[in-house]
């Protein structure tokens, strides 16, 4: 829906200025971004014939890295925003899940505008955490930019320095030679209880199918992998027959079962790893597909003009294929055309701003 507004820039060097001189008039809809001018910018947003918003901002033709973080640190001093100073390393966890997540979505739909943007909010969290770091003396993110270039080159050999290697197997196996080497030489594989496991930087806190993928990724590096595919299909129809064979047993163990359900699916992303696929995006991909059957499902049910008590399961069966047609036709939407009532598939997606 267009917002039917312009953007009004005076570009001066003036603070504030509401004067006719250089004004520069831009239509935009309710998705665009204000456009950039140089120097003082005076914008005033006309809706309806009306002025909806005014105001005297400092913009850039192009920002840096440093701007991004003299902005952080505005907004974190005494004279900044109350909300950014109240934030904690706790509390940003969720925002900084929550941002790339966004990132994955943009990357997996293709779309370069949005994830530009979504980076941007990625790195502003990083920023962020930055800046609390370098209030407390622990680091700044500076810091942060250094160690992880200094690790980039130290563990690129074969393209800083005078190593060879062949395959990207091998640069596999020198990667973690490296990282080896690194806890050797830091201390954490010295004496102690009980040393470092190659392991130790697959994060538990990662999504579980992620860290499956992960955790036999670092694996297979050292050669603790199944030979050939099928070796791993016969693993999965061998916990499949286990999976069974605990649903049918007349004594029934709901613990017994969580385990062999989280061996089936330790299996897959292993089956995952093997193709070349991200579990955790093939999943998201069918979640998905299933929120735009399941919509068209719940418009045609509306159309019926019955409730869902109503409506029998052939009958849903029926709407759920006729999906699938519309589908391979490419006429199926995110959305469907009509609201639907008694929704079963809440948040089927991100809501439009309004």
């Not at 920002?63 to 904690?88: A, V």
């Not at 093997?274 to 069918?286: D, F, I, K």
């Amino acid at each position: 829906m267009n917002g039917g507004g312009v953007w009004e820039s005076n570009p001066t060097n003036r603070r504030f200025r509401s004067g006719p001189a250089d004004l520069k008039s831009v239509p935009i809809t309710r998705s665009d971004a204000p456009p950039r001018f140089e120097g003082i910018t005076y914008i005033r947003l006309w809706q309806g014939g009306e002025v909806r918003r005014e105001s005297g901002i400092f913009m850039k033709k192009e920002t840096s890295f440093e701007d991004l973080i003299s902005l952080m640190e505005r907004l974190r001093s005494p004279e900044g925003c109350p909300w950014d100073r109240e934030q904690t390393l706790k509390s940003l966890g969720p925002m900084l899940i929550e941002e790339a997540s966004e990132v994955l979505d943009a990357a997996e739909a293709g779309d370069w505008g949005e994830l530009r943007d979504e980076l941007g909010d990625l790195l502003f969290q990083a920023v962020f955490y930055g800046q609390i770091a370098a209030e407390t003396g622990a680091f700044t993110i500076r810091d942060s930019i250094s160690r992880v270039h200094e690790k980039m080159v130290r563990r690129h050999p074969h393209v800083f320095g005078e190593e060879t290697v062949g395959s990207t197997a091998e640069v596999l196996l020198n990667w973690e030679a490296i990282k080896a080497a690194e806890r050797q030489a830091s201390g954490r594989d010295s004496g102690g209880s009980a040393p470092e496991s190659m392991l130790d930087g697959v994060s538990k806190r990662l999504p579980a199918l992620l860290e499956a993928c992960q955790l036999t990724t670092k694996a297979a590096r050292v050669g603790f992998d199944w030979p050939v595919i099928d070796d791993v299909f016969a693993k999965l129809e061998e916990e499949i027959r286990e999976l069974r064979a605990e649903i049918n047993r007349p004594d029934r163990d709901i613990e017994a079962i969580h385990g062999e359900i989280g061996d089936v699916l330790f299996v897959l992303a292993n089956l995952a790893r093997w193709t070349g696929t991200e579990p955790e995006s093939a999943l998201r991909t069918t979640n998905r597909k299933f929120r735009r059957r399941f919509a068209h499902v719940e418009q045609r049910v509306a159309e019926t003009g019955k409730p869902w008590r109503e409506t029998t399961l052939a009958e849903m069966d029926a709407f759920w294929d006729e999906a699938k047609r519309m589908e391979a036709a490419g006429g199926l939407h995110e959305e469907p055309a009509v609201p639907a009532p008694e929704s079963l598939a809440e948040d089927r997606g991100r809501e439009e701003v309004e």
